[in-house]
């Protein structure tokens, strides 16, 4: 259906900003399911051709239990209690619906189809198609419950936290003192007098010492041979000429 032709089935039907559904199945809707979806002109083309599709199959994405106060589910949990854009009677629209004045143990089954996050809710009394919203997604942890298994608990999520740092305290550097370090005497070289007439004064290093003399050579052994035969010779010499 073009949009041209939704607009006009929007701009025929009546518009209802709030209505009582007290009594379900007393004002079913009677027109056709893919007319009453071409009213939802704030839902995306492609969304309005699913949610036709899955209408016509008769292939509900869930099943839920309305009640005064909520819409349950077995398998996907609770969903928001509001029904909204519900149709009546041929053409008549109810943005705002109310069941105030159900009895409290009353439940009416109806079936979910959804596409992306869009849902309409067919109640299975009437007919009357409307629209609800999608349960919030929890966050869940898990904890050890009585019997030792695990069983998740549905927190809400925390707001963040904003941590604002502390100013930082200034930081004063003292200044350092500059150190001298004291000078060091330098020793000047000693002086040394010289005994031998002229005295005279020289400054560095002494004269050197005088060189020793040479000690006299130790005869070798060969050379006290000879002394020896020398001495023996000349006491036979003067004995020879004694005699």
Known sequence: MSIALAVTLAALSTVQPSCSWDRPGVNPYTGNANAAIDRYTDLPPSVRAELKKRIASKQPDDMVSITRDAITS??????????????????????????????KTRVEPAAVYCAENHCILVPKICGNISRISRPAAPVAHNTEDDAGGRAPILVAAAAPVVLVPAEAP????????????????????????????????????????????????????????????????????????AA
């Not at 909204?84 to 943005?95: E, I, K, Q």
């Not at 020289?202 to 070798?220: I, K, M, S, Y």
Request: glycine letters at 6%.
């Open 74 to 103: 077995d398998t996907n949990g609770a969903y928001d209690p509001a029904i909204r854009d519900m149709h009546f009677g041929a053409a008549s629209v109810c943005h705002s619906v109310t069941r105030n004045k159900w009895a």
């Open 170 to 241: 200034a930081l004063v550097v003292a200044p350092r003192e500059m150190q001298v370090a004291p000078p060091v005497p330098v020793a000047a070289p000693p002086a040394f007098v010289n005994s031998a007439p002229p005295f005279e004064v020289q400054v560095g290093l002494p004269p050197p010492p005088p060189t020793p003399p040479a000690p006299p050579p130790v005869p070798e052994p060969d050379t006290w041979a000879m002394l020896l035969a020398g001495a023996g010779l000349l006491g036979w010499l003067a004995k020879r000429r």
